[in-house]
């Protein structure tokens, strides 16, 4: 069975600095796909960026880039330059046909 | 991008009646949909996966009597809580995927559901 782990329950970080999210995940699949979504407080979830197992490169998205190290079988979630707006829960997922969820991460970001 | 709605996304029903969330995917055809449970301030729950013109594949310990879905076209899956009590309270989101060969899943804005 797959498993997500994110360890940081809650991040702070100051208006302009970037964050780092982490998540580590367990899999047997040969082929996955890592996903980070963002849930603000209205609750829809936002797609935010997705690494497929077999992607050479780093995805990146704008401010947001995934730091994947498949080897220790992590994929974590930096964000540069941390608006106001980027406050939320922060999902890490896994998964081939069926998605795995991470506990999440509230992120706050201070002005 | 793909775009899901869900309605309605907010419901509030008295104990012992049903209700049906909608859930749509408004600009591409999704031959798979799923359910998710989300309790206040924790992660979401995977409920069951509903296929177009089959039966919903329902996670270990979701009643499928009481959670019924039904994906009747490629656009609109219902999941209807039968029988509502106050623990069935919680934020319902459906997504969908877009084609097979994809990983990536579309997701609604969620039904907020309260029971009194």
Known sequence: ?111 | GAVVSQHPSRVICKSGTSVKIECRSLDFQATTMFWYRQFPKQSLMLMATSNEGSKATYEQGVEKDKFLINHASLTLSTLTVTSAHPEDSSFYICSAVAGEGTYEQYFGPGTRLTVT
């Not at chain 1, 782990?5 to 302009?16: D, L, N, R, S």
């Not at chain 1, 974590?76 to 795995?100: H, P, R, T, W």
Request: glycine letters at 8%; charged letters at 20%.
């Open chain 1, 1 to 111: 069975a797959q498993k997500i782990t994110q360890t940081q329950p809650g991040m702070f970080v100051q208006e302009k600095e970037a964050v780092t999210l982490d998540c580590t995940y367990d899999t047997s699949d040969p082929s996955y796909g890592l996903f980070w979504y963002k849930q603000p407080s209205s609750g829809e979830m936002i797609f935010l960026i997705y690494q497929g197992s077999y992607d050479q490169q780093n995805a990146t998205e704008g401010r947001y880039s995934l730091n994947f190290q498949k080897a220790r079988k992590s994929a974590n979630l930096v964000i540069s330059a941390s608006q106001l707006g980027d406050s939320a829960m922060y999902f890490c997922l896994s998964g081939s046909e069926k998605l795995v969820f991470g506990k999440g991460t509230k992120l706050t970001v201070n002005p």
